[in-house]
């Protein structure tokens, strides 16, 4: 079995990699120093890693049964090849793309919540659930994303958009879908707050 693997690749290329972390490790800690830093967390196996600070981008890569915390980041959030994955944002993430993963639980913060601009991408991909903060209390609550959206038109007069009452409503405002597989390319917003 190939060993755990830590390292930052200083400039031009900025970028922390992270390979066959497991449980052995503990919690793993990144703290990223620089808002250029990139993250790429590979084949880790029911690893617990935690991103302190603000980083650029994130990219996690066939891993198993796994949690990935993070502060901040400036561009996206990607979760590709995966199974089982627990990922929480604990302040801003402007998206996250979840691609060809079975089994992925996101936990969003309130300042996405309320983020008009935020989105989640998700393409070939079963099992992904999203919990956030809901009602005076600020309780999390646990909401199912569709593994299929119906298109939405843009022009409505030519082609009305067709209902979304199978949808599991409501998920927050702030909350997109963005479906890969349709020609139209529409982005799905989920209204039921």
């Given at each position: 079995m190939p060993?755990?693997?830590?390292e930052f690749r200083p400039a031009p290329i900025n970028k922390w990699e992270c390979e066959f972390a497991t449980k052995e490790?503990?919690?793993i800690e990144i703290t990223v120093e620089s808002f250029t830093h990139s993250i790429y967390i590979r084949k880790a196996d029911d690893a617990t890693i935690v991103v302190k600070g603000k980083c650029n981008s994130i990219l996690v890569d066939d891993c198993n049964k796994s949690k990935v915390l993070i502060q901040s980041c400036m561009?996206?959030?990607?979760?590709?090849?995966?199974k089982r994955m627990q990922v929480q944002v604990q302040e801003s993430a402007p998206s996250i793309a979840i691609d060809k993963t079975d089994g992925c639980l996101v936990y969003l913060s309130e300042e996405i919540v309320n983020n008009d601009a935020f989105s989640i991408t998700a393409s070939k991909s079963s099992e992904m659930n999203v919990s956030?903060?809901?009602?005076?209390?600020?309780?999390y609550t646990e909401k199912p994303l569709p593994e299929?959206?119906?298109?939405?038109?843009?022009?409505?007069v030519t082609a009305p958009p067709l209902p979304l009452t199978h949808l599991p409503l409501p998920i927050p405002s702030a909350v997109r879908?963005?479906?890969?597989?349709?020609r139209w390319g529409a982005v799905h917003h989920l209204r039921g707050l």
């Open positions: 060993e755990f693997k830590l490790q503990g919690v561009s996206t959030f990607e979760i590709c090849n995966c956030f903060p809901f009602g005076p209390d600020g309780d299929q959206v119906a298109p939405v038109h843009a022009h409505p879908i963005q479906d890969q597989h349709r």
